[in-house]
């Protein structure tokens, strides 16, 4: 009753359930995510966990994050692991792909050329200013 007597308390009392509500959720499908994340678990253990986080979602939530609470860290920081080496993997590829090739590599290949007598003073110039600039 005393919360709305005072109006900012009344919105206060409010936003701290709707910010609780939200945070419930938030954990509730965080963990249903890590069930059939594990690769650990046979498919009758993340069905098991599943209904017991469905029937009794509080007691459930808790008991989970009690007994698997420290391998869902440890998947988490395997899955970033994984993800960070596809995305370096990628990289790698990418650059090989393109030739890799730097501007000191193609300054280089220019004089090799004018050397050869295959670019004229001119051509040479003009080229190398095209890649300084």
């Known amino acids: 009753m005393l919360a709305y007597d005072y109006p ?7 936003m701290l359930w709707f910010f609780l509500w939200i945070l419930w959720f ?12 594990d690769h650990s678990l046979s498919g009758w253990g993340k069905a098991a966990w599943l209904i017991f986080i469905l029937i009794l979602p509080f007691l459930g939530v808790f ?9 869902m860290a440890k998947r988490d920081i ?18 090989a792909s393109t ?3 730097s501007t000191a590599s193609e300054l280089s290949h220019l004089a090799e050329l004018k050397e050869r007598g295959v670019l004229t003073d001119a051509e040479f110039e003009q080229q ?4 300084l600039a």
């Open 128 to 131: 190398k200013a095209k890649l």
């Open 78 to 95: 395997d899955q970033s692991k994984a993800q960070e080496q596809a995305f370096r993997s990628y990289v790698q590829e990418t650059a």
């Open 63 to 71: 008991i989970y994050l009690i007994a698997r609470g420290s391998s």
């Open 99 to 101: 030739g890799g090739t």
């Open 26 to 37: 938030f954990l509730l499908f965080r963990i249903i995510l890590d069930i059939f994340r």
């Open 8 to 14: 900012i308390l009344g919105a206060f009392w409010t």
